[in-house]
DNA sequence: CAGTGGTCTAGACCACACT
DNA sequence: GTGTGGTCTAGACCACTGC
């Protein structure tokens, strides 16, 4: 961390309570979301980076010029989002999908028996990685367009050696340039981690859409399961910071002994 | 609301901040989470009912003698847990499965097309409404004992026309005393608001194991698809105030044309 | 010990709803 | 206007971490 205050020229937002003229209809903004505002850009390029710590509340009241509490209410839901960590004595970090207990954490499915998590990492095989134009589908799920230069990856999990998920995964190609066969067949852990540590990528949101589906031939043979049998198809949109799309993935979930877990309130 | 400030009888805690002793290990709670608790226990014992609005923060702090701000953080937890909803100029008041934004808040089906919300309410038709002893499996979903009462109610849901959802649902029988065929039939509206209403059982959290399947005979029928269609299985236990299961219902739900939608974070 | 986040308070003022 | 929740501040003190 710096030891120098942060020049003036850090607060670029003249500040808003100075704009008590009786104008006519100013959009009110509380300040502890404007604030929340200004913490996302510095996410968002990457000035703190996933597992950093960003600097203290009272170093950020100063930089923004309010009072520690305000900047407190602004990571209070930054954290609730899950786009920050607090750990108390230390400081405040930037969430990642590198560590043990948030690793994995948008994959859902879980063996029936046992309330443990996911029989440890699953055995990955990468059926395809390659270089190509986006379909419209595509380009329309990533906010891109047709013809745009995207990575596709295919790949199947294994959980004991007994293949449970077949994936099919566009990237928009200019985020991750540089991503090979090679990449993903030597890196172990997490995709999202590595998409993290090499590409700057952090996804911090997805939606998916499920449906039950029956075996194609492809499928029944990646998954050693008989043509027609049911399977659980999950899209997925990711999403990192300021809901820009960054992936789009569509799994087919084999879901014998295996459910996929999920939580309404 | 009583204008009358609450006897110091309504204060059965002893003040926390007392416990200044030395001691070996008082198990550190903060205040505001100790209100929470309080105030989740008027929630649970009916003082304050679903739709109700609860007392204003000050008089709330009036009667745990702590300050608004301390009274303020629960009720923001609990804002944020959905149990209660606030509303600026209004007051908080306790949520509802009874208004129109968060009618069917559980129920996830969504049309593929069309970003908006399931194509107006369910036709709902009933095909079973009878009590009797809970089975092994549905006693242990429940956390009773088998043989309990309990009440077993069957139906299809159908959107313009065509049956989507067939659902077996299980409650205890002594929550739901008086719940037969007709009040179920006369009403309309989501269920859980009808157990709202008429029991005074509010829904606050569920937990969902969601498996594809190929439709039984049963399922085939009832839901006008063919034997072995892949259908999705949706297995739910449904909790009250402080965890305690009150319903467990399994779901097939078709999604040809539709899907479950589910958002990560 | 110093530095960080976590809790609690008290008071001022703003925005909104109702009457 | 009155009463409600919503924002912002300033300061005191507690709890945890690491030197």
Same mark, same amino acid.
Request: net charge neutral.
């Given at each position: 961390?710096?030891?120098?205050?942060?020049?003036? %020229?850090?607060? =670029? #937002?003249?500040? =808003?309570? %100075? /704009?008590?003229?009786?104008?006519? /209809?100013?959009?009110?903004?509380?300040?502890?979301?404007?604030?929340?505002?200004?913490?996302?850009?510095?996410? !968002?390029?990457?000035?703190?980076?996933?597992?950093?710590?960003?600097?203290?509340?009272? #170093?950020?009241? *100063?930089?923004?010029?309010?009072?520690?509490?305000?900047?407190?209410?602004?990571?209070?839901?930054?954290?609730?989002?899950?786009?920050?960590?607090?750990?108390?004595?230390?400081?405040?970090?930037?969430?990642?999908?590198?560590?043990?207990?948030?690793?994995?954490?948008?994959?859902? +499915?879980?063996?029936?028996?046992?309330? +443990?998590?996911?029989?440890?990492?699953?055995?990955?095989?990468?059926?395809?990685?390659?270089? !190509?134009?986006?379909? /419209?589908?595509?380009?329309?799920?990533?906010?891109?367009?047709?013809?745009?230069?995207?990575?596709?990856?295919?790949?199947? +999990?294994?959980?004991?050696?007994?293949? /449970?998920?077949?994936?099919?995964?566009?990237?928009?190609?200019?985020?991750?340039?540089?991503?090979?066969?090679?990449?993903?067949?030597?890196?172990?852990? =997490?995709?999202?981690?590595?998409? #993290?540590?090499?590409?700057?990528?952090?996804?911090?949101?997805?939606?998916?859409?499920?449906?039950?589906?029956?075996?194609?031939?492809?499928?029944?043979?990646?998954? *050693?399961?008989?043509?027609?049998?049911?399977?659980?198809?999950?899209?997925?949109? *990711?999403?990192?910071?300021?809901?820009?799309?960054?992936?789009?993935?569509?799994?087919?979930?084999?879901?014998?002994?295996?459910?996929?877990?999920?939580?309404?309130?």
């Amino acid at each position: 961390m710096p030891t120098t205050p942060s020049p003036t %020229s850090d607060l =670029p #937002e003249p500040d =808003p309570r %100075s /704009a008590g003229s009786d104008s006519e /209809a100013p959009a009110f903004s509380p300040l502890y979301q404007q604030i929340k505002t200004l913490i996302l850009r510095s996410l !968002q390029t990457g000035e703190w980076k996933p597992g950093d710590a960003i600097p203290s509340e009272f #170093e950020l009241a *100063a930089r923004y010029r309010v009072s520690q509490g305000t900047v407190r209410k602004a990571i209070d839901e930054l954290a609730t989002d899950n786009l920050l960590v607090r750990r108390q004595g230390k400081g405040t970090f930037v969430a990642t999908h590198a560590e043990a207990l948030t690793q994995y954490r948008f994959l859902r +499915l879980l063996p029936d028996t046992g309330d +443990l998590d996911g029989q440890g990492p699953a055995e990955r095989r990468i059926i395809e990685c390659r270089r !190509q134009r986006a379909s /419209a589908e595509v380009a329309r799920q990533l906010g891109g367009r047709t013809g745009d230069p995207v990575l596709q990856v295919k790949r199947v +999990l294994s959980f004991s050696g007994a293949p /449970a998920i077949l994936e099919d995964i566009w990237l928009p190609g200019g985020a991750f340039k540089g991503l090979t066969l090679e990449t993903l067949s030597d890196d172990t852990g =997490p995709m999202y981690a590595l998409f #993290e540590a090499r590409f700057g990528v952090r996804m911090v949101r997805a939606v998916e859409k499920i449906k039950a589906v029956g075996a194609d031939a492809d499928a029944a043979r990646l998954l *050693a399961v008989s043509e027609g049998q049911p399977l659980l198809s999950v899209e997925r949109v *990711a999403y990192t910071y300021n809901d820009v799309p960054m992936e789009w993935r569509r799994g087919l979930y084999r879901t014998d002994g295996r459910h996929y877990r999920n939580e309404l309130s």
